[in-house]
């Protein structure tokens, strides 16, 4: 009867079993009996969606997971971890998810726990290196032994998509740089800030990874899988090359921003260079109509018909005088 009113595993994006001497995995439909899910030979690869409120029950009925690696994979936190314990290994990973019809710079996390029978991984939203992953074991699984392989290959794609976004980030750069060092002024801010947040996140979220993997590699012989200290190094390795790659372009975009900052400051202190010019020839013609436009009595040049030639006059001389000060003092 329970079988009856869940036909299907809840939250099923995909599964892959892959046995022993095969070159190809075999895809298990969603339909495909839960309790037979591990009993089998080879090892399975279960991809879940947590958008599924059922998908921790389904967990809860999985053998050979423990507690903490159910937490893992059901969990909403975003922040990396990698925890080995118990000949397991689980927790998350950053990756960058993916709409239908186009990548994005959007951060997403994979869950995942892996055992010598299984890799199970959940997710919220599509994440583009998973889909990579399972587009390049469809087509080459002979490699892929054991569960701690898969882990791998997700890893080598995350790579590959941060060196990437390294190759889009860096064209992105030169684009704002040329606008920068180019003599027409132009705020670049706008443009630069997205790439910035992208950058640092990533940077963030890659060192945290390391000193994750770093700290699971020295667990001890008993807690963790064989090989997973030497696929951790491997995996430390390839991260290290593209944490450097990430890194330079952190620190270019600064060196951007601190350029366009620097750009910015001296247009505007051209134009109060400017204003304060124009404030300083305009002020002495200010104070001669100032004192002429007083009501008072016995004003000069209030009688006769030369009156207003005379005060014309003298606010051109002291146009002049100004201009001859400012000359002087080297200010023009």
Same mark, same amino acid.
Do not use: C
């Given at each position: 009867?329970?079988?009856?009113?869940?036909?299907?595993?809840?939250? +099923?994006?995909?599964?892959?079993?892959?046995?022993?001497?095969?070159?190809?995995?075999?895809?298990?439909?969603?339909?495909?009996?839960?309790?037979?899910?591990?009993?089998?030979?080879?090892?399975?690869?279960?991809?879940?969606?947590?958008?599924?409120? #059922?998908?921790?029950?389904?967990?809860?009925?999985?053998?050979?997971?423990?507690?903490? @690696?159910?937490?893992?994979?059901?969990?909403?936190?975003?922040?990396?971890?990698?925890? *080995?314990?118990?000949?397991?290994? +689980?927790?998350?990973?950053?990756?960058?998810?993916?709409?239908?019809?186009?990548?994005?710079?959007?951060?997403?996390?994979?869950?995942?726990?892996?055992?010598?029978?299984?890799? %199970?991984?959940?997710?919220?939203?599509?994440?583009?290196?998973?889909?990579?992953?399972?587009?390049? %074991?469809?087509?080459?699984?002979?490699?892929?032994?054991?569960?701690?392989? *898969?882990?791998?290959?997700?890893? %080598?794609? +995350?790579?590959?998509?941060?060196?990437?976004?390294?190759?889009?980030?860096?064209?992105?750069?030169?684009?704002?740089?040329?606008?920068?060092?180019?003599?027409?002024?132009?705020?670049?801010?706008?443009?630069?800030?997205?790439?910035? #947040?992208?950058?640092?996140?990533? =940077?963030?979220?890659?060192?945290?990874?390391?000193?994750?993997?770093?700290?699971?590699? @020295?667990?001890?012989?008993?807690?963790?899988?064989?090989?997973?200290?030497?696929?951790?190094?491997?995996?430390?390795?390839?991260?290290?090359?593209?944490?450097?790659?990430?890194?330079?372009?952190?620190?270019?975009?600064?060196?951007?921003?601190?350029?366009?900052?620097?750009?910015?400051?001296?247009?505007?202190?051209? =134009?109060?260079?400017?204003?304060?010019?124009?404030?300083?020839?305009?002020?002495?013609?200010?104070?001669?109509?100032?004192?002429?436009?007083?009501?008072?009595?016995?004003?000069? +040049?209030?009688?006769?018909?030369?009156?207003?030639?005379?005060?014309?006059?003298?606010?051109?001389?002291?146009?002049?005088?100004?201009?001859?000060?400012?000359?002087?003092?080297?200010?023009?």
């Amino acid at each position: 009867m329970h079988q009856l009113s869940n036909p299907t595993i809840p939250g +099923f994006v995909w599964a892959y079993r892959f046995r022993p001497g095969s070159t190809a995995p075999e895809r298990l439909p969603e339909t495909t009996d839960r309790a037979a899910l591990l009993s089998q030979d080879g090892f399975l690869w279960l991809h879940l969606n947590l958008v599924d409120a #059922r998908v921790g029950a389904f967990l809860e009925e999985l053998k050979g997971l423990n507690d903490d @690696a159910r937490s893992a994979l059901t969990t909403h936190e975003t922040h990396a971890a990698v925890v *080995v314990d118990d000949q397991m290994v +689980f927790g998350t990973l950053v990756d960058f998810q993916r709409e239908f019809d186009q990548d994005t710079h959007d951060l997403g996390w994979l869950h995942f726990a892996i055992s010598d029978r299984f890799i %199970i991984t959940s997710r919220l939203q599509p994440l583009r290196s998973v889909e990579r992953a399972r587009m390049a %074991i469809e087509k080459n699984a002979a490699k892929l032994l054991r569960p701690l392989d *898969v882990f791998e290959a997700l890893v %080598i794609e +995350f790579q590959r998509t941060l060196i990437s976004l390294v190759i889009e980030m860096t064209e992105e750069l030169n684009l704002i740089e040329d606008y920068v060092y180019d003599n027409a002024p132009r705020d670049e801010r706008r443009r630069l800030a997205p790439v910035r #947040r992208t950058i640092v996140g990533v =940077h963030r979220h890659l060192r945290t990874v390391l000193s994750l993997m770093r700290r699971a590699a @020295a667990s001890d012989d008993e807690e963790m899988p064989l090989g997973f200290d030497e696929m951790a190094g491997r995996l430390m390795g390839r991260l290290e090359m593209v944490s450097h790659d990430v890194y330079e372009l952190q620190d270019r975009a600064r060196l951007l921003h601190e350029e366009i900052d620097s750009k910015l400051s001296s247009e505007i202190n051209r =134009h109060l260079y400017i204003l304060s010019i124009m404030t300083a020839l305009v002020l002495p013609p200010t104070l001669v109509t100032g004192f002429f436009g007083m009501n008072t009595s016995s004003l000069p +040049f209030s009688t006769g018909s030369s009156g207003t030639g005379y005060a014309v006059a003298i606010i051109a001389a002291s146009i002049l005088i100004a201009w001859w000060l400012l000359k002087r003092a080297d200010i023009v």
